[in-house]
């Protein structure tokens, strides 16, 4: 159907132009438009080196790596890098896209691609449209039209959440900036408020609870805002309130650092990007005391702790959702120090499954399973996707706040059934940041609990039942066995110093890791930091601490990587 509405638009009338120009909204990375022009090809954990080669005539290695190219969001690093071989390969591969693609044929008539695209080739009509000739702003007016076309067609089509809400706000987008598009607004900005009314819940979150996608979604909605009310048009109060309900949610959700905490396929978003959003919308307001999309956070001094403390998501949401229940990640000032490994879906399905497996997460798990088990379930399409079909079905929180500490005790049920065993964790951040105080428990809470437990130690004949308490550290983390394995020294870029002490009931091991991070050939390698213990008895429990051993000296500047180092990690 999306192809039969592509090539029915083909023979609709082409934009007449812009009702006004069109200002850039999207950030680009320079350093990703340099390799661009230098003929490397980075989408999709693929790298294609093709150097004077169109982007249209390359081999493609994946399919999602052919999505990513018919989306255009790589014209915005062409743009950022904004020099004449930029332009250049923009203008060129623009035109070769409308030849070869614009009578409705090729792999790019999805309406979430559509959308993705409609933004930036509006966003950037002034650096594509530069110096053409007539023919070539012809050419790109009626595939414009022809675009905005089929959107209004097929945008009923795409999945809930961000593929629709990008889909409606390349429609509104277009049917704003093209003079005769003008009467598709009106039904699109109605379905867009309706989607937020669907998808935003009243704590300003997201079904699959990932935070850079509600990022995602709220940079849309932001973009959508002031466009229609650049042209003097209403914002609907649903839409308005979306907006307000999700900028502290995603306050919540950031780091020390500046980036978002890595949880149920996210990344730690674009840099600036989060801060940009944040303050075009306008929203001030702080996040209040309770979770935020199912996340607790802890803050004090230069330190930010976020836990997850819900069961994953459930029904459609869960095709991408991680077994992360319980999981943290710890950032210090500029500087991450505690992980989770991150989505692996840019490097391959095995590196995809990988990293939603509790093992990939700062947390306890037994060996051999995850807290939420993973299983096959068919899609409307026909295809079958592993989802999380066994997750906990009981997880408690409690929030505490005393005079020298805030923190929280949590618990899951996820391995109730197979081995009879609760999981309980309790996390005291202190009042200055300076410290961390945590205690792992498996325990059973019942009489059958007891009786699934006995079961599961005879089938270890009577060995134990083995378990590891993970954390993950992020790659630019230095860290040292001390004191005959009692201790850990964390050594991070700014000169600070943690130190990562245990009770002696477990065994401590350092052990390989790898960081799964977007943008990037291959997943980084980095290491883990590995408590080990078996479960003899009803009630184990694991106790540990991070303290900060020294403060970032007072004359280096702590600064984030650019993109130059890296491009210089990847070469």
């Not at 250049?88 to 035109?95: F, I, P, S």
Request: charged share 25%.
């Amino acid at each position: 159907m999306d192809r039969f509405h592509a090539r029915r638009a083909s023979f609709a009338r082409p934009a007449a132009g812009f009702v006004s120009q069109p200002e850039p909204r999207t950030i680009g990375r320079v350093a990703r438009g340099r390799q661009l022009c230098g003929g490397n090809f980075l989408f999709a954990g693929y790298l294609v080196e093709a150097p004077g080669v169109s982007i249209w005539d390359l081999n493609m290695p994946d399919a999602s790596f052919e999505a990513e190219l018919h989306g255009f969001a790589w014209l915005d690093d062409l743009v950022a890098s904004g020099d004449a071989a930029a332009r250049a390969r923009a203008q060129d591969w623009t035109a070769g896209w409308i030849a070869r693609y614009g009578k409705g044929q090729g792999a790019g008539w999805t309406p979430e691609l559509t959308g993705r695209r409609l933004i930036r080739w509006i966003n950037h009509a002034i650096f594509l449209l530069n110096t053409q000739d007539r023919g070539a702003s012809e050419a790109y007016f009626r595939s414009l039209g022809q675009q905005t076309i089929f959107l209004s067609r097929r945008w009923h089509s795409t999945a809930p959440g961000v593929p629709r809400f990008e889909a409606l706000t390349g429609l509104i987008y277009a049917g704003l900036a093209l003079i005769g598009m003008e009467r598709l607004v009106g039904s699109a900005v109605a379905a867009l408020a309706r989607e937020c009314e669907e998808q935003i819940d009243i704590d300003g979150g997201i079904p699959t609870r990932n935070p850079e996608e509600l990022l995602e979604v709220f940079t849309l909605l932001n973009w959508t805002a002031s466009a229609l009310s650049e042209a003097g048009k209403m914002v609907p109060k649903t839409h308005l309130q979306a907006i307000e309900r999700i900028a502290p949610t995603l306050r919540a959700l950031r780091h020390a650092d500046g980036g978002l905490a890595r949880f149920h396929g996210g990344g730690r978003g674009l840099e600036g990007r989060l801060d940009q959003a944040l303050a075009s919308s306008g929203v001030k307001a702080s996040h209040g005391q309770g979770l935020a999309m199912g996340f607790a956070r802890l803050s004090a001094g230069r330190t930010t702790v976020v836990v997850d403390v819900e069961p994953p998501p459930s029904g459609p949401s869960m095709i991408n959702a991680h077994a992360s229940t319980l999981a943290f990640e710890l950032t210090s000032g500029r500087r991450p120090l505690i992980v989770n490994c991150g989505s692996g879906a840019p490097f391959g399905a095995d590196w995809q499954r990988a990293g939603r497996a509790t093992a990939s997460h700062s947390v306890l798990g037994i060996e051999g399973y995850s807290s939420s088990r993973f299983g096959s379930q068919s899609l409307l399409s026909g295809d079958f996707r592993e989802v999380l079909v066994d997750i906990p079905r009981d997880v408690r929180l409690r929030q505490n706040s005393a005079m020298g500490s805030v923190g929280i005790i949590a618990g899951h049920d996820g391995y109730r059934e197979t081995h009879g065993l609760t999981h309980i964790r309790s996390i005291e951040l202190s009042v200055d940041g300076r410290g961390l105080a945590g205690e792992d428990t498996l325990s059973t809470v019942s009489d059958e609990d007891n009786r699934v437990f006995d079961r599961a130690l005879d089938r270890t004949k009577m060995k134990g039942i083995p378990f590891h308490i993970r954390f993950h550290l992020h790659p630019e983390v230095d860290a040292e066995v001390d004191m005959g394995g009692g201790a850990v020294s964390l050594a991070l870029k700014s000169g600070e110093i943690w130190v990562l002490r245990h009770d002696h009931v477990a065994e401590l091991a350092m052990k390989t890791s790898v960081y799964l991070e977007k943008g990037r050939l291959k997943p980084r390698a980095t290491k883990q930091v590995v408590l080990s213990a078996v479960a003899m008895e009803y009630a184990t429990r694991i106790r540990w601490t991070l303290a900060k051993a020294q403060d970032t000296p007072s004359h280096v500047r702590d600064l984030e990587m650019d993109d130059s180092e890296m491009l210089a990690e990847q070469a």
